[in-house]
């Protein structure tokens, strides 16, 4: 089971939260932007967690579909900016900041596992 749930790309997860959001009408000031802050940082945790001791193919898929949700992301903060009007909200941003992180993170915690594992030093 939790072999299962550490395959799924967790990262999308904020991306479908806000554009749920939005196709409902739902304003993320309130109880939705805690429960938004809530799972955005839960995403990022699990992201994390997932990335170490993995090997070479859930890397490079777990790498893939971070870059995707960069793309994905990005697309639709331009989309909302420049296609609705709407000005991206702190919330927008702060998934935004986890799917930059997890892009930045997960793949140099595999790195230092990486070379932990080989016996590397991880100090420098």
């Known amino acids: 089971m939790l072999t ?9 997860l904020p991306i479908i939260f806000l554009v749920v ?4 009408g739902v304003a993320l000031e309130g109880i939705a932007g805690y429960i938004f802050i809530g799972v955005a940082v839960f995403v990022l945790l699990v992201e994390f967690v997932k990335s170490g001791d993995i090997g070479v193919a ?14 994905v992301s990005t697309a639709l ?7 609705l009007g709407e000005s991206p909200t702190f919330f ?7 799917i930059v992180g997890d892009a930045i993170l997960s793949p140099a915690n595999a790195f ?13």
């Open 4 to 12: 299962t749930l550490g395959r799924l790309p967790w990262i999308f």
């Open 21 to 24: 959001a939005h196709q409902a």
């Open 58 to 71: 859930p890397f490079l898929l777990d790498t893939t579909f971070s870059v995707l949700a960069l793309i």
């Open 77 to 83: 903060l331009c989309y909302m900016r420049f296609g």
């Open 92 to 98: 927008h941003w702060l998934g935004y900041v986890i």
């Open 112 to 124: 230092r596992t990486a070379l932990r594992n080989f016996g590397g030093d991880v100090s420098h």
